[in-house]
């Protein structure tokens, strides 16, 4: 059972746009989010996270929105650069728990 | 301040064989999680451990799957006669006490010919 979803397994996006990138979850009790990077042959790498209590983080070009009555979040990347080319993945946790579940991962090709 | 550290990066083994995948937590990380990603999925959890305790096991399989993290020396997982099924990138991640977040390694390639 996939508890988180990212529905778009690739994109591309021409250098210096918008790169908007999905990702929706169904557990009511998930609280914190976060966004990996991940490029190939390497570990994920942390990027960016968010809580329940808040509904937007800004970290420089990057910036994770919640939506918690839909259960959507979402990363923005403005603007976007070549070595943004990677995959990202979503991932969330309940409070109580320790582990995190895992979205399939976007793709993200920057075209430069 | 090292990151987290698996080895070996590539792991070959042939059916029913043993895989030993290790993972050492950053410097002051106590937490310790296992993942696997298989291909074409997303990171699958497996287990989370502190030093000398598994927390929480309910993502390892329930034979042949075996981890631990001892009080000296780095965390191991085991796969004890391995299967193609088991070919796939294990993740160690770890985290300290204080935060939520968690850092991950390199990853092992495990490949069962």
């Known amino acids: 059972d996939q508890q988180v979803k990212q529905n778009s397994p690739s994109l591309s996006v021409q250098e210096g746009r918008i790169s908007i990138l999905n990702c929706d979850y169904t557990?009511?009790?998930?609280?914190?989010f976060l966004w990996y990077k991940k490029y190939p042959a390497e570990g994920p790498t942390f990027l960016i996270s968010?809580?329940?209590?808040?509904d937007k983080n800004e970290d420089g070009r990057f910036t994770v929105f919640l939506n918690k009555s839909a259960k959507h979040l979402s990363l923005h990347i403005v603007p976007s650069q070549p070595g943004d080319s990677a995959v990202y993945f979503c991932?969330?946790?309940?409070?109580?728990?320790?582990?995190?579940?895992f979205g399939t991962g976007t793709s993200l090709t920057v075209i430069p | 301040n090292a990151g987290v550290m698996q080895n070996p990066r590539h792991l070959v083994r042939r059916r029913g064989q043993e895989a030993r995948l290790r993972c050492s937590p950053m410097?002051?990380?106590?937490?310790v999680y296992w993942y696997r990603q298989l291909p074409e999925e997303g990171l699958k959890f497996m287990v989370y451990?502190?030093?000398?305790?598994?927390?929480?096991e309910s993502g390892m399989p329930k034979e042949r799957f075996s981890a631990e993290f001892p009080k000296e020396g780095p965390s191991i997982l085991r796969i004890q006669q391995v299967v193609r099924g088991d070919s796939a990138a294990y993740f160690c991640a770890s985290s300290p006490v204080t935060e939520e977040t968690q850092y991950f390694g390199p990853g092992t390639r495990l490949l069962v010919l």
């Open positions: 410097k002051g990380h106590s937490h």
């Open positions: 557990n009511s009790m998930f609280d914190y």
């Open positions: 968010i809580s329940s209590i808040k």
């Open positions: 451990l502190q030093k000398e305790n598994i927390i929480d």
């Open positions: 991932a969330a946790s309940e409070n109580t728990g320790n582990q995190f579940y």
